[in-house]
């Protein structure tokens, strides 16, 4: 982050200092959001391996929901499902049609920086059931590059600023690939413009069917999912939903590897893409203002808990992804321990803009964490909001047979604990400093007042609005 150089100067509970870039004293952000990625595939990351010794990494980042488009929605307006609105994909509770008909793509961070100043551009995945072929331009971004179901990475519609084109199947119309020259691009015109830049390059890598550039068709031979403790384990105590299932197949275990060396090979083109963007913003003479932020919308399981590949539950698998942040005046080689969610990331930008964040934004600007100085107040917990099952036939991330679909719940996760309350009632609590791979159920074996801090806390979060609310 592009920060004055007094930032290492500051103590707790001053304020941030203004970022100093070279655009009107604005540095540049570059976001770069996976889909599906879960933390075991950080170390076919070598790029992002980069970030982390350079810059500073989020020990717990918690998405709102471990489904992509509540996620996606959080992000983009700081605020929690229960105030988007977007629980599900789609339906009458998520999806495109519900962010849009809202109004909450009226208040971004995009909108934000356009506001201030800057040039806004967003390539590849948007929101589960945007059509490009019917759907427009959302308010604030000057460059519009986006695709609706293009999880095969070939063969798609992408909505060039309005305009409709088809790439195929040949390997260069790998959409990862092509968001990776178009963003280098857009890094050089912006620059050549002396204008500040925002850029969120949106993979649907590495989610399902999986598929990596024709390049990396045969990397890592022989790879195997990882065999961690919750690998084919119930957790004792476990929710109804999870509690019946019997062990995974020989045949289930094979295609968990072969999907796993797959979704491996497929972050080979999303580690490519950011050293490709990291190229341009050299030859633009841009790197030494500019941000670069790694995250992913949820994490994914595959084989723990005995469920073959899927999303959606509050494990840590699914609901802890990475956030790894780099730049001039960025903590190097730093972890953050603090409790910070996707909702924070829309004022973190608004922040480094110099721009005021709404004040019916949930989160709160990251800037303090990144330059190593805590903050007086902080939240304690991260809040998740899930809806289910999900039946929804044309959802690409309805669950699979044994993959996991639970029913609503709602949680939150604190630095050593997960603390989820289901609607009919059931519970699960796991004390991740004693059970990290969350094996024990030991919601029964609380004690009354700590069981009633924790359904307290929890039921306050469920009806925050504002940061300051929502800071429990």
Same mark, same amino acid.
């Given at each position: ?87 599900t994909n789609g339906g ?53 590059d986006v695709a609706g ?51 969120e390059l949106a993979t ?25 403790? /919750? ?102 080689? /730093? ?87 289901? /609607? ?49």
């Amino acid at each position: 982050m592009a920060l004055a150089s007094t930032a290492a100067a500051c103590t707790a509970g001053s304020p941030a200092p203004l970022p100093a870039g070279a655009a009107g004293g604005k540095p540049n952000v570059v976001l770069v959001l996976t889909d599906d990625l879960s933390m075991n595939l950080l170390p076919y990351l070598p790029h992002v391996q980069d970030m982390a010794k350079t810059g500073t990494s989020f020990a717990n980042y918690t998405v709102t929901d471990s489904l992509c488009c509540p996620s996606r929605s959080s992000l983009f307006t700081g605020m929690l499902p229960h105030d988007t609105g977007v629980f599900t994909n789609g339906g009458k509770d998520g999806g495109y049609g519900v962010f849009h008909g809202r109004g909450d793509d009226k208040s971004t961070y995009a909108t934000t920086l356009r506001q201030a100043g800057y040039r806004t551009a967003m390539m590849g995945k948007y929101l589960n059931g945007y059509d490009p072929k019917s759907d427009g331009v959302p308010p604030g971004w000057t460059e519009w590059d986006v695709a609706g179901n293009a999880y095969g990475e070939f063969d798609y519609d992408l909505n060039e600023n309005g305009t409709l084109k088809h790439y195929g199947k040949k390997p260069e119309d790998y959409l990862v690939d092509v968001m990776a020259g178009k963003a280098a691009q857009f890094v050089s015109a912006s620059a050549a413009a002396h204008t500040p830049f925002a850029i969120e390059l949106a993979t649907f890598a590495p989610h399902g069917p999986y598929t990596p550039a024709p390049r990396d068709a045969d990397a890592f031979p022989g790879l195997t999912a990882p065999r961690a403790p /919750a690998f084919d384990t119930v957790p004792a105590s476990a929710p109804p939903w999870l509690a019946s299932r019997t062990p995974l197949t020989d045949k289930e275990k094979t295609t968990i590897d072969k999907d796993f060396r797959k979704r491996a090979q497929a972050v080979q083109s999303v580690d490519k893409m950011i050293g490709t963007v990291q190229e341009a913003l050299d030859k633009a003479g841009v790197r030494g203002t500019t941000d670069i932020v790694f995250t992913s919308d949820n994490g994914y399981h595959m084989g723990e808990y005995r469920l073959t590949p899927g999303k959606q539950t509050a494990f840590d698998t699914d609901v802890h992804v990475p956030l790894v942040v780099t730049g001039p005046g960025v903590k190097a080689g /730093a972890t953050v321990n603090q409790p910070v969610a996707n909702i924070d990331l829309r004022p973190t930008f608004e922040a480094l803009a110099g721009a005021e964040t709404p004040a019916e934004v949930d989160g709160e600007s990251l800037v303090p964490l990144l330059t190593g100085t805590a903050p007086p107040v902080w939240r304690t917990v991260g809040l998740v909001e899930h809806h289910g099952p999900d039946f929804d036939r044309t959802d690409p991330d309805k669950p699979k047979k044994n993959s996991g679909n639970p029913s609503t719940y709602e949680a939150i996760r604190g630095t050593a604990y997960t603390y989820v309350e289901y /609607a009919d009632g059931t519970k699960e609590f796991y004390d991740r400093t004693t059970d990290p791979r969350e094996l024990r159920n030991t919601a029964a074996q609380l004690p009354p007042d700590e069981a009633k801090r924790l359904h307290d806390t929890l039921r306050a979060m469920i009806t925050c609005h504002t940061a300051a609310a929502c800071r429990h």
